[in-house]
């Protein structure tokens, strides 16, 4: 009898339904670490854009360090002066390079806009 009994357990995980249900599981198992791999590669790419972000961060930090730095200095000051305002000390003299086809371009705007049809332009914004 105990025979029997080992028979028709070890028949229950060998019926088609039972396997049935198992593969399933194994496929929604599969399924699953797919997704996985996927989300895992996407984590991988972000992590790498943000940390040449913050390389590029810390550069610019560094950058701003020094600049302030800088700063501080009477040199820095007078440098930062000059470049953003052009403004020369008593004494000094600056000089001015003006590109001359501008400047033909402006004269020859000046004559065209004199006349009739200068004044038509203008008043119609044409």
Not at 25 to 35: P, Q, S
Not at 36 to 47: A, D, P, Q
Request: glycine share 4%.
């Amino acid at each position: 009898m105990s025979e029997f009994n080992r028979k028709n357990r070890n028949n229950i995980w060998h019926s088609p339904l039972v396997l049935f249900v198992l593969f399933c599981v194994l496929v929604l198992f599969a399924y699953n670490i797919v997704g996985l791999i996927e989300k895992e590669r996407e984590t991988t790419k972000k992590k790498d854009i943000i940390l040449s972000d913050i390389e590029t961060l810390r550069g610019r930090e560094k950058s701003l360090t020094e600049n302030i730095e800088k700063l501080k200095t009477e040199e820095g000051i007078e440098e930062t002066i000059r470049d953003k305002y052009q403004v020369v000390k008593e004494g000094e003299k600056m000089v001015s390079i003006v590109d001359q086809e501008k400047e033909e371009n402006i004269q020859k705007d000046m004559i065209v806009n004199h006349g009739l049809w200068g004044w038509i332009k203008r008043t119609f914004k044409l």
